[in-house]
């Protein structure tokens, strides 16, 4: 499958410091790429770079298979975009905001305004002025926007920001129709790690300024193992007793008050047995499956992403 959209050694720095350094991404056409990092990990600035808005440092975009230039005009009118907020003409209808866009992006189709707000479920606001939408409205506004000129890649900054939890549930079918029914490519970054392990298809992860992994999610989910969590005040004796009494050796202490049991044939009940048995008292005993979270966790030292 051919990359739609690659990264050479992009980077950018601000008075010497580097804020994003030497990345190298790889997206393929049709597949939703997560963009995961930490707040401050560079997220924004590469978004920015890949549309033209800040040039970099040094490195190179390729975009539909060409370097992008200072005459690259007619690249950027195969893509949408919403990076950071979403602004709009607040004293314009939703639908004049779109079909003030259309005009600008030279697309003229008076049907794609509609269909566009019918997508994000905003048709029956669609003569509203903007200033009068909630944040979440206006959030959904930017998406419909971004979709209306039927782009090839999307690339989203942040894009559920303000929604509840349907709205989110109805963007991630939309982000899921996008690329399946109508090939486009997506690139999102996004802090609710729970919603890109749903829909993408490739993770990258960005901590301090580099690309830390760019791995499938097929290849995460191979990794993700059934464990059991024990939570207990005493993980030097429950450690003991694991080994033993039950002759365990495959687990881990992972915080001072949490051990991980990787060892597929013991049962909760049989753990939660022996601790009783030994008077060690346990704050939660659960199984558990590896996930995005995790993963994300191992790559960053722990730093969470929000």
Do not use: W
């Not at 040039?55 to 949408?80: D, N, W």
């Amino acid at each position: 499958m051919e990359y739609i959209l690659r990264t050479q050694q992009l980077t950018k720095a601000y008075d010497g410091h580097e804020v994003v350094r030497q990345v190298n991404m790889n997206i393929r056409q049709g597949e939703i790429y997560g963009f995961l990092g930490p707040n401050g990990a560079g997220k924004t600035t590469v978004m920015r770079m890949i549309m033209n808005l800040v040039k970099p440092t040094s490195g190179e975009v390729e975009l539909f298979g060409q370097a992008i230039t200072g005459h690259s005009y007619e690249m950027f009118k195969r893509m949408g975009s919403i990076i950071e907020y979403p602004v709009f003409y607040d004293k314009l209808s939703a639908r004049e905001n779109l079909m003030l866009h259309g005009e600008y992006m030279g697309y003229y189709d008076p049907a794609a305004a509609k269909e566009a707000l019918e997508l994000v479920k905003l048709s029956s606001l669609d003569n509203k002025p903007v200033k009068q939408l909630s944040l979440g409205m206006k959030q959904r506004l930017g998406i419909a926007r971004a979709i209306m000129t039927r782009p090839e890649l999307l690339i989203l900054d942040e894009p559920i920001n303000g929604l509840d939890p349907a709205g989110i549930r109805e963007l991630r079918e939309i982000f899921r129709m996008l690329s399946r029914e109508y090939g486009m490519t997506l690139l999102i970054s996004s802090h609710i790690l729970g919603e890109m392990e749903q829909i993408a298809d490739t993770i990258g992860v960005i901590h301090q300024g580099r690309l830390a992994e760019e791995v499938s999610m097929a290849a995460i989910r191979d990794q993700q193992t059934a464990f059991i969590e024990l939570v207990t005040a005493d993980t030097t004796r429950a450690a003991y007793v694991l080994e033993s009494k039950l002759n365990l050796d495959n687990f881990k202490i992972i915080e001072p008050n949490t051990i991980r049991i990787y060892d597929g044939d013991i049962t909760t009940r049989e753990i939660g047995k022996i601790m009783a048995l030994e008077d060690i008292e346990l704050d939660s005993l659960n199984k558990k499956q590896y996930s995005l979270e995790d993963y994300f966790l191992q790559l960053t030292g722990g730093e969470h992403i929000a």
